[in-house]
Structures are given as structure tokens and as C-alpha cells.
């Protein structure tokens, strides 16, 4: 199993709905997780970290982590067009400062 | 504030070239990272510096890779000679401190080996 793994998609939605972005983790990570979302053509930006077991609210952002299960997912509610990116689940290596990515989630916000 | 720069933003070569890639990170950044990321999948880190030191090269391909960070401000990712499969987006990232997970990436060089 890779450390950590998405669903590529594409995940697409109507405006207005919520999306739901979910990632997948092994053991070999910490237990600190980001989330980046990178336009087309862009570069990755850090919208969300999230550290402890439960859910981190930020605007129309969730992240919830469920280290039981080991997964983390992030939630966009009341999603716009302009939500419509790749987002990227990271997470340190387990005794590292390096990040390792997931592959991304395509999501696609239909107005 | 001005973001990560990097320069250039495209570069097109033919394989067995030399290419230089070339990054200044967010002023007062201790950290400085190189990813390349393969279209498709997420960044994969390649390198980082702490200041001038690079703490952190176990995945830089070291037979064709190479980094520096002279006075521990901006820096330069070389690939000589470039094969097809190098063809990628090389992200540069910077962050205040380590550890800090919170990095501010560059806008990439895309690079294309033809």
C-alpha cells in the first residue's frame, strides 16, 4: 500500500452541493495531515492542515481526521465553480519532515 | 510579499542537454525545497536545504541531479543530461521554519525533454 492514496476522479458536483474529498493512509505517516489544492496549470496551495482526530471547520472548508480508520477527508460546502481544482492530500513521512503526496482528487463544480 | 520565483517557467531541450532551473524563495525562509511533479501525480520531493545545507537528498537521482544553495538564499536545480522521462513541472518550495509542513510552492518549471 502506498503511504497515502486518492481517489483520482475526476469528482464532479452541482454548485451549491457538497463535495467530499477523501484520502486513505498507512502507517508509515505521521499523524498530521494537509490539504493542497492546485489549479490547472498552477502550483499547490495549502488550504487546510488538520493535527487531531475530529473535524477543523474554515469557512466552507472541513478536514476530518479518523485515525481508527486512517483516513482524513476534506469538505467543501456550498461548492462554487471556482472550487473546480486537484486536491492533494499530504502527510509527513512517520519520523521525517518530508511530505509525501497523495495522487490528487480532480474536482469538478458544474454551475 | 512576494511569493517563491522561479525562473524559467518553460524549457524545452532535447535529451542529453544540460538545464538549470532556478529558484528564490519567500524572503526569511530557512527551508528550501525541490519537487518534480509527473503529470497526473502529486509533487515528489527531491531535495531540501536548511539554510545552506541540504538536509535531505535521498531521492535526487544524484548520477544526473544536482542542487546548491551557495549563501543560503536562492537556488539551482541542474539536470545534465536530461532524459525523456525528466520531462516534468520542477516546483520549487519554501517554508519559515522546520519543521513546518506549511510550504509556499513557486509557480514550476515545466520542463520538456524532446
Known amino acids: 500500500q502506498k503511504e497515502v492514496e486518492q481517489n483520482s476522479g475526476p469528482l464532479s458536483v452541482p454548485e451549491g452541493a457538497i463535495a467530499s474529498l477523501n484520502c486513505t493512509y498507512s502507517d508509515r505517516v505521521s499523524q498530521s495531515f494537509f490539504w493542497y489544492r492546485q489549479y490547472s496549470g498552477k502550483s499547490p496551495e495549502l488550504i487546510m492542515s488538520i493535527y487531531s482526530n475530529g473535524d477543523k471547520e474554515d469557512g466552507r472548508f472541513t478536514a476530518q481526521l479518523n485515525k481508527a480508520s486512517q483516513y482524513v477527508s476534506l469538505l467543501i460546502r456550498d461548492s462554487q465553480p471556482s472550487d473546480s481544482a486537484t486536491y492533494l492530500c499530504a502527510t509527513p513521512l512517520a519520523g521525517s519532515y518530508q511530505l509525501t503526496f497523495g495522487k490528487g482528487t480532480k474536482l469538478s463544480v458544474i454551475p | 510579499e512576494a511569493g517563491v520565483v522561479q525562473s524559467p517557467r518553460y524549457k524545452i531541450i532535447e535529451k542529453k542537454q544540460p538545464v538549470a532551473f532556478w529558484c528564490n524563495p519567500i524572503s526569511g525562509h530557512n527551508t528550501l525545497y525541490w519537487y518534480r511533479q509527473n503529470l497526473g501525480q502529486g509533487p515528489e520531493l527531491l531535495i531540501r536545504?536548511?539554510?545552506?545545507?541540504?538536509?535531505?537528498d535521498s531521492q535526487l537521482p544524484k548520477d544526473r541531479f544536482s542542487a546548491e544553495r551557495l549563501k543560503g538564499v536562492d537556488s539551482t536545480l541542474k539536470i545534465q543530461p536530461a532524459e525523456l522521462g525528466d520531462s516534468a513541472v520542477y516546483l520549487c518550495?519554501?517554508?519559515?521554519?522546520?519543521?513546518?509542513?506549511?510550504?509556499?510552492f513557486g509557480p514550476g518549471t515545466r520542463l520538456t525533454v524532446t
Open positions: 518550495a519554501s517554508s519559515l521554519d522546520v519543521p513546518s509542513y506549511e510550504q509556499y
Open positions: 536545504y536548511e539554510n545552506e545545507e541540504a538536509v535531505d
